[in-house]
């Protein structure tokens, strides 16, 4: 198929890719494989940045047949990999089952997500990577690759977070649990003094915890507190500490609080809570761009301290920023590979050049607490930068060069981060 004009979900990457794949079958995608001199992976169009890009092939997934397969004994769910979190959440929940966590938007590809070590939020939660028990990844031969626990040495993580270079991956499995339920509760207005001196028990309060700050004199302007109904409930007096409750429904950034999933402490399931946003809510392009660093839990304070004179900087531009925290992974590339992790995001006005100005900022800001960016988001840091954060990614590169050595998978963002 010829590629018209296109772009990613928030518009501010029009891909360059001179057609767009669309296989029906795994045996129809190794055959496009196989034949195709160079081919990238398209998931849901959710990354900020030319990740998923190529000026020779894109191949979506989305015309596979879907498959969700529950295996009760060994808790795996065997799902194709270009579905969404949305679909495998429903699912799931539909037969009483769950994923320990989710990103703030269902509406993100499993494979996708899982390519580029995405997110969501809770001390005990890593990244959804560390939930892959198992791939099926379409090799550059065309030939299909099994990857699970039981592969050579620590195969498995290498693939975890691979960034689209090591394959396709047609099938994903991922750790299960009984389903479980969640209550929402927004507090407003966490003063700054209260945030420095309390920040680590605030966001071990609850299951999942995310704070949003403008960086201004509010301090965290909301702290959505998610708590896990089977767990002891928050101990933490946030009213006490300066905060007030929300006493009706808040968006994050400054749209309609109708697309928020429910609040108010209100019990529902797991798949109904753990993202930000309801999976019936069909965004559109968002015209955003967002940046995203992990540091070492220990450093948030005095990184958020650091970041607070940028308030200036932010004003016209910050939509909304979110502290998270992120448990230790094992991935490779995993933005919080072997640290526990606080995430720093930010989403921005689509303003692509006074973004790139104020990500600079940033990272000059954040340089001394060794933040690693989101792979699936906007950075200025240049591969050297990256290869000191990112401890493993000259194995991962190797290793690239080996499964792929005619560079079927490689585009020009491969290219710059495996060099
Ligand atoms: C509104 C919004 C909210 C977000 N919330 C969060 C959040 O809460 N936490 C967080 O960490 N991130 C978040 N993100 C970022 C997002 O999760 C990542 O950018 C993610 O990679 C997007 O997945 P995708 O399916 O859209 O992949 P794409 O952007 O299409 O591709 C990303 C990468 O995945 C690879 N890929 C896709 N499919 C396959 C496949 N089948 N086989 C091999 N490689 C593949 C691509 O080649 C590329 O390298 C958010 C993004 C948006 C737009």
């Known amino acids: 198929m010829a590629a018209t004009t296109r772009t990613n979900w928030a518009g501010n990457v029009t891909y360059r890719a001179s057609a767009l794949e669309r296989p029906t079958s795994v045996a129809e995608l190794q055959q496009l494989v196989a034949a195709t001199p160079r081919l990238t992976a398209l998931g849901s169009t959710h990354s900020f940045n030319e990740i998923a890009d190529t000026d020779a092939v894109q191949v979506t ?48 590809s499993v494979a996708g997500a899982v390519a580029t070590g995405t997110h969501g939020s809770g001390v005990r939660n890593p990244s959804l990577a560390q939930a892959v028990v198992g ?18 040495d620590d195969t498995l993580d290498a693939h975890r977070v691979a960034l689209g270079a090591l394959g396709v991956v047609t099938a994903v499995e991922l750790a299960i649990e009984p389903t479980f339920q969640v209550a929402t509760t927004v507090h407003l207005d966490l003063p700054w003094d209260a945030v420095s001196a309390h920040f680590d028990d605030v966001m071990s309060d609850a299951y999942s915890v995310s704070m949003f700050t403008s960086f201004d004199d509010r301090g965290a302007r909301q702290v959505w507190t998610k708590h896990r109904v089977d767990e002891p409930g928050p101990a933490v007096d946030l009213v006490a500490l300066g905060a007030r409750r929300a006493d009706g ?7 309609d609080a109708a697309s928020v999933t429910e609040q108010g402490g209100v019990p529902g399931s797991w798949a109904e809570r753990l993202p930000h946003f309801r999976s019936t809510f069909t965004p559109s392009t968002g015209a955003e761009i967002q940046a995203e660093y992990l540091i070492p839990a220990a450093h948030a304070v005095a990184a958020l301290d650091a970041l607070r004179p940028l308030e200036p900087v932010f004003a016209p531009l910050l939509i909304a920023a979110e502290v998270r925290t992120i448990a230790a992974d094992t991935a490779w590339l995993a933005p919080s590979t072997g640290r526990q992790s606080v995430g720093l995001h930010f989403t921005f006005r689509r303003d692509p050049a006074a973004v790139a100005s104020a990500v600079e900022r940033i990272e000059a800001v954040l340089a001394p607490f060794d933040p ?24 991962f590169a190797a290793l690239a060069r080996d499964l792929d050595p005619a560079g079927r998978f490689r585009n020009a963002f491969l290219a710059r981060v495996l060099s």
């Open 372 to 395: 690693r960016p989101h792979w699936g988001k906007v950075s200025a840091a240049g591969v050297e930068r990256l290869h000191e954060v990112y401890p493993r990614l000259d194995d």
């Open 249 to 255: 429904p808040v968006h994050p950034g400054e749209n």
């Open 135 to 152: 791939l099926d990844v379409v090799r550059a031969s065309g030939a299909v690759d099994r990857v699970d626990a039981s592969s050579p």
């Open 61 to 108: 997934l989305a015309g596979l047949p879907p498959l969700l397969e529950i295996d009760e004994t060994r808790r795996v769910v065997r799902v194709a990999a270009g579905m969404t979190h949305s679909q495998v959440a429903s699912g799931l929940e539909a037969r009483g089952w769950a994923l320990a966590n989710l990103a703030s938007l269902p509406h993100i």
